[in-house]
Antibody, heavy 117, light 107 residues
Framework: QVQLVQSGAEVKKPGSSVKVSCKTS????????ISWVRQAPGQGPEWMGG????????NYAEKFQGRLTITADESTTTAYMELSSLRSEDTALYFC??????????WGQGTLVTVSS | ETVLTQSPATLSLSPGERATLSCRAS??????LAWFQQKPGQAPRLLIY???NRATGIPARFSGSGSGTDFTLTISSVEPEDFAVYYC?????????FGQGTKLEIK
Protein backbone atom coordinates (compact mmCIF):
# COMPACT_ATOMS: atom_id res chain seq x y z
CA GLN A 1 0.00 0.00 0.00
CA VAL A 2 1.41 3.35 -1.08
CA GLN A 3 1.55 6.07 1.56
CA LEU A 4 2.83 9.62 1.44
CA VAL A 5 3.22 11.28 4.85
CA GLN A 6 4.07 14.95 5.01
CA SER A 7 5.67 17.04 7.74
CA GLY A 8 3.62 19.23 10.04
CA ALA A 9 2.20 22.73 9.74
CA GLU A 10 4.57 25.70 9.57
CA VAL A 11 4.24 29.38 10.42
CA LYS A 12 6.82 31.58 8.72
CA LYS A 13 7.75 35.25 8.53
CA PRO A 14 7.70 37.08 5.18
CA GLY A 15 11.08 36.76 3.46
CA SER A 16 11.98 33.48 5.13
CA SER A 17 12.04 29.94 3.69
CA VAL A 18 10.09 26.77 4.39
CA LYS A 19 11.03 23.15 3.73
CA VAL A 20 8.32 20.50 3.64
CA SER A 21 9.05 16.78 3.57
CA CYS A 22 7.10 13.93 1.99
CA LYS A 23 7.99 10.43 3.24
CA THR A 24 6.88 7.68 0.86
CA SER A 25 6.35 3.99 1.49
CA UNK A 26 5.22 1.22 -0.82
CA UNK A 27 6.00 1.05 -4.52
CA UNK A 28 9.30 1.92 -6.15
CA UNK A 29 10.57 5.32 -5.03
CA UNK A 30 13.14 5.80 -7.80
CA UNK A 31 10.93 5.57 -10.85
CA UNK A 32 7.82 7.47 -9.82
CA UNK A 33 7.62 11.20 -10.38
CA ILE A 34 6.83 13.22 -7.28
CA SER A 35 5.00 16.48 -7.78
CA TRP A 36 4.18 19.35 -5.44
CA VAL A 37 0.82 21.04 -5.65
CA ARG A 38 -0.45 23.87 -3.50
CA GLN A 39 -3.93 25.13 -2.77
CA ALA A 40 -4.60 28.58 -1.36
CA PRO A 41 -7.68 29.01 0.85
CA GLY A 42 -10.83 28.74 -1.24
CA GLN A 43 -8.88 28.29 -4.48
CA GLY A 44 -8.19 25.44 -6.87
CA PRO A 45 -4.97 23.43 -6.90
CA GLU A 46 -1.80 24.85 -8.47
CA TRP A 47 1.01 22.64 -9.79
CA MET A 48 4.42 23.87 -8.61
CA GLY A 49 6.95 21.36 -9.91
CA GLY A 50 8.20 17.82 -9.73
CA UNK A 51 11.14 15.43 -9.62
CA UNK A 52 11.93 11.96 -10.93
CA UNK A 53 14.33 10.50 -8.35
CA UNK A 54 16.02 7.97 -10.65
CA UNK A 55 17.16 10.77 -12.97
CA UNK A 56 17.40 13.51 -10.38
CA UNK A 57 15.71 15.73 -12.95
CA UNK A 58 13.41 18.51 -11.83
CA ASN A 59 10.75 20.55 -13.57
CA TYR A 60 9.44 23.79 -12.11
CA ALA A 61 6.58 26.06 -13.04
CA GLU A 62 8.07 29.30 -14.31
CA LYS A 63 6.14 31.20 -11.66
CA PHE A 64 8.33 29.62 -8.97
CA GLN A 65 11.68 29.64 -10.79
CA GLY A 66 14.42 30.86 -8.52
CA ARG A 67 12.37 30.39 -5.34
CA LEU A 68 11.53 26.68 -5.46
CA THR A 69 13.82 23.70 -4.91
CA ILE A 70 12.58 20.12 -5.04
CA THR A 71 14.88 17.31 -3.97
CA ALA A 72 14.64 13.59 -3.27
CA ASP A 73 16.62 11.34 -0.92
CA GLU A 74 16.52 7.74 -2.13
CA SER A 75 18.06 6.39 1.07
CA THR A 76 15.05 7.55 3.08
CA THR A 77 12.49 7.55 0.22
CA THR A 78 11.66 11.14 1.11
CA ALA A 79 11.05 14.11 -1.16
CA TYR A 80 11.42 17.73 -0.12
CA MET A 81 10.00 21.04 -1.29
CA GLU A 82 11.75 24.24 -0.26
CA LEU A 83 10.21 27.62 -1.06
CA SER A 84 12.17 30.79 -0.31
CA SER A 85 11.43 34.52 -0.13
CA LEU A 86 8.02 33.75 1.31
CA ARG A 87 5.22 36.29 1.04
CA SER A 88 1.65 36.32 2.35
CA GLU A 89 0.35 34.97 -0.99
CA ASP A 90 2.28 31.75 -0.34
CA THR A 91 -0.07 30.89 2.51
CA ALA A 92 -1.59 27.62 1.35
CA LEU A 93 -1.96 23.90 1.86
CA TYR A 94 0.96 22.16 0.18
CA PHE A 95 0.59 18.60 -1.12
CA CYS A 96 3.01 16.06 -2.52
CA UNK A 97 1.65 13.58 -5.02
CA UNK A 98 3.17 10.60 -6.82
CA UNK A 99 2.60 8.77 -10.07
CA UNK A 100 4.16 7.64 -13.33
CA UNK A 101 4.85 10.28 -15.95
CA UNK A 102 3.45 13.13 -13.93
CA UNK A 103 0.12 11.55 -13.10
CA UNK A 104 -1.03 12.42 -9.58
CA UNK A 105 -2.23 9.09 -8.27
CA UNK A 106 -1.29 9.02 -4.60
CA TRP A 107 -1.35 12.11 -2.39
CA GLY A 108 0.03 13.19 0.93
CA GLN A 109 -2.27 14.59 3.60
CA GLY A 110 -1.14 18.17 3.01
CA THR A 111 0.96 20.63 5.00
CA LEU A 112 -0.42 24.04 5.93
CA VAL A 113 2.12 26.82 5.49
CA THR A 114 1.09 30.17 6.94
CA VAL A 115 3.13 33.27 6.10
CA SER A 116 2.48 36.07 8.54
CA SER A 117 4.40 38.84 10.24
CA GLU B 1 0.45 28.30 -20.18
CA THR B 2 -2.48 26.03 -20.99
CA VAL B 3 -5.66 27.39 -19.43
CA LEU B 4 -8.35 24.87 -18.50
CA THR B 5 -11.88 26.26 -18.35
CA GLN B 6 -14.48 24.18 -16.54
CA SER B 7 -18.23 24.49 -16.88
CA PRO B 8 -20.56 24.88 -15.24
CA ALA B 9 -19.11 26.48 -12.11
CA THR B 10 -21.88 24.89 -10.06
CA LEU B 11 -24.10 21.94 -10.93
CA SER B 12 -27.19 21.31 -8.82
CA LEU B 13 -28.58 17.80 -9.09
CA SER B 14 -30.57 15.26 -7.12
CA PRO B 15 -29.21 11.80 -6.29
CA GLY B 16 -29.83 9.42 -9.17
CA GLU B 17 -29.51 12.07 -11.85
CA ARG B 18 -26.81 12.14 -14.52
CA ALA B 19 -23.97 14.67 -14.16
CA THR B 20 -22.03 16.04 -17.11
CA LEU B 21 -18.98 18.22 -16.39
CA SER B 22 -16.94 19.94 -19.09
CA CYS B 23 -13.29 20.97 -19.33
CA ARG B 24 -11.95 22.95 -22.28
CA ALA B 25 -8.23 23.54 -22.87
CA SER B 26 -6.80 26.68 -24.49
CA UNK B 27 -4.53 24.44 -26.61
CA UNK B 28 -4.33 20.75 -27.30
CA UNK B 29 -3.37 18.52 -24.38
CA UNK B 30 -3.71 15.34 -26.44
CA UNK B 31 -5.18 12.79 -24.00
CA UNK B 32 -3.15 13.90 -20.99
CA LEU B 33 -6.15 15.09 -19.06
CA ALA B 34 -7.18 13.88 -15.60
CA TRP B 35 -10.18 14.44 -13.34
CA PHE B 36 -10.05 14.78 -9.57
CA GLN B 37 -12.69 14.87 -6.86
CA GLN B 38 -12.07 16.93 -3.74
CA LYS B 39 -14.06 17.07 -0.51
CA PRO B 40 -13.49 19.67 2.23
CA GLY B 41 -10.34 19.11 4.23
CA GLN B 42 -9.12 16.31 1.95
CA ALA B 43 -6.52 15.93 -0.76
CA PRO B 44 -7.79 15.63 -4.32
CA ARG B 45 -8.64 12.07 -5.34
CA LEU B 46 -7.77 10.84 -8.84
CA LEU B 47 -10.85 9.59 -10.70
CA ILE B 48 -9.85 9.51 -14.37
CA TYR B 49 -6.41 9.70 -16.01
CA UNK B 50 -5.43 10.07 -19.65
CA UNK B 51 -8.92 11.28 -20.50
CA UNK B 52 -10.81 8.01 -20.17
CA ASN B 53 -9.07 5.58 -17.82
CA ARG B 54 -10.62 5.02 -14.41
CA ALA B 55 -8.15 5.02 -11.55
CA THR B 56 -7.94 2.02 -9.24
CA GLY B 57 -11.02 1.61 -7.06
CA ILE B 58 -13.13 4.23 -8.85
CA PRO B 59 -16.75 3.12 -9.42
CA ALA B 60 -17.94 2.44 -12.94
CA ARG B 61 -20.50 5.28 -12.75
CA PHE B 62 -17.59 7.67 -13.39
CA SER B 63 -16.44 7.92 -17.00
CA GLY B 64 -14.31 10.32 -18.98
CA SER B 65 -14.13 11.17 -22.66
CA GLY B 66 -12.52 13.58 -25.07
CA SER B 67 -9.18 14.46 -26.60
CA GLY B 68 -7.35 17.54 -27.82
CA THR B 69 -9.16 20.48 -26.24
CA ASP B 70 -12.60 19.24 -25.15
CA PHE B 71 -13.21 16.77 -22.34
CA THR B 72 -16.16 15.50 -20.35
CA LEU B 73 -16.57 13.78 -17.01
CA THR B 74 -19.86 11.92 -16.66
CA ILE B 75 -21.38 10.47 -13.52
CA SER B 76 -24.12 8.17 -14.78
CA SER B 77 -26.20 8.25 -11.58
CA VAL B 78 -25.07 10.59 -8.82
CA GLU B 79 -24.72 9.04 -5.38
CA PRO B 80 -24.89 11.08 -2.13
CA GLU B 81 -21.13 10.68 -1.64
CA ASP B 82 -20.41 12.26 -5.04
CA PHE B 83 -21.31 15.80 -3.98
CA ALA B 84 -17.93 17.55 -4.02
CA VAL B 85 -15.75 19.79 -6.17
CA TYR B 86 -14.29 18.35 -9.37
CA TYR B 87 -11.12 19.57 -11.06
CA CYS B 88 -9.58 18.76 -14.41
CA UNK B 89 -5.78 18.74 -14.78
CA UNK B 90 -3.45 18.56 -17.77
CA UNK B 91 0.09 17.16 -17.85
CA UNK B 92 0.74 17.68 -21.54
CA UNK B 93 2.19 21.19 -21.65
CA UNK B 94 4.41 22.81 -19.06
CA UNK B 95 3.52 24.17 -16.60
CA UNK B 96 0.91 21.56 -15.76
CA UNK B 97 -2.36 23.28 -14.86
CA PHE B 98 -5.72 22.73 -13.19
CA GLY B 99 -9.15 24.03 -14.01
CA GLN B 100 -10.96 26.29 -11.57
CA GLY B 101 -13.38 23.54 -10.55
CA THR B 102 -17.03 22.54 -10.79
CA LYS B 103 -18.97 22.24 -7.56
CA LEU B 104 -21.53 19.44 -7.64
CA GLU B 105 -24.17 20.29 -5.06
CA ILE B 106 -27.39 18.72 -3.87
CA LYS B 107 -30.50 20.20 -5.43
Amino acid sequence: QVQLVQSGAEVKKPGSSVKVSCKTSGGTFRTYAISWVRQAPGQGPEWMGGIIPVFGSTNYAEKFQGRLTITADESTTTAYMELSSLRSEDTALYFCARGLGGTLVDWGQGTLVTVSS
Amino acid sequence: ETVLTQSPATLSLSPGERATLSCRASQSVSSYLAWFQQKPGQAPRLLIYDASNRATGIPARFSGSGSGTDFTLTISSVEPEDFAVYYCHQRSNGPYTFGQGTKLEIK
